[in-house]
Structures are given as C-alpha cells and as structure tokens.
C-alpha cells in the first residue's frame, strides 16, 4: 500500500527552487556552448547548423541535446570544445570551464 506524503508549501517551494535551479544550469551550459559556436559559424557550416539548433530548440537536458547530434557534429565539437575549454582555462574562467566541460562531458 502507498503512504501519501502530503505536500508542504515549504517542500513544494524547495522543489520548485531545485528544478530552477538545474534549469538555469542547464540554461547556462548550453548558452556557453553556443556563444562558443558564434566564433566559428561564418567558417564552419556544421557549427552554424548547430548554433541554429541550440537557438530554435529548448533541450531538457545537455544529453537530449547531445543525443540529437550527428557523429561529424559530435566529432567537430569535440575539438572545438578543447580548444575552448583550454581558452578558459588559460584565462582562468573558473565558470565558462566549468559549464563547456559539462557539455563536453555528455559527447562520450
């Protein structure tokens, strides 16, 4: 038999609290990623065709982003985020870092 829990104004504010605050995270790596992408989209059609997805497209997750990747995006990716990454490090953004390493995280 099921317990019924009622709800709390309190644990209904804590949980609305924890479900927006993994929506800006997820907001914030994935707006990383693509001002990232805006450096190499005149270049790089691949890049542009990702910039567009990330701007037409409200991804629930970085993984059902990544999932909905191509190998040859996966592929691009995947160096542009090292460089990327090493930029950040070198200027020792702690937080841009930490934001493309967890993008980067979820292509393997």
Avoid at 70 to 91: G, Y
Wanted: net charge negative; glycine share 2%.
């Amino acid at each position: 038999m099921y317990k019924f829990h009622p709800i709390t104004q309190s644990n209904l504010v804590s949980k609305i609290n924890a479900i927006r605050e993994r929506v800006f995270e997820l907001d914030q790596s994935l707006a990383y990623l693509r001002e990232a992408l805006s450096n190499y989209i005149e270049d790089h059609p691949i890049c542009q065709g990702v910039y567009d997805r990330l701007e037409e497209n409200n991804y629930s997750t970085e993984q059902q982003f990544v999932d909905g990747l191509a190998e040859e995006e996966m592929k691009v990716l995947d160096i542009i985020l090292k460089q990327e990454i090493k930029h950040a490090k070198e200027e020792q953004d702690e937080e841009r870092t930490k934001q493309l390493n967890e993008v980067f995280e979820q292509l393997f």
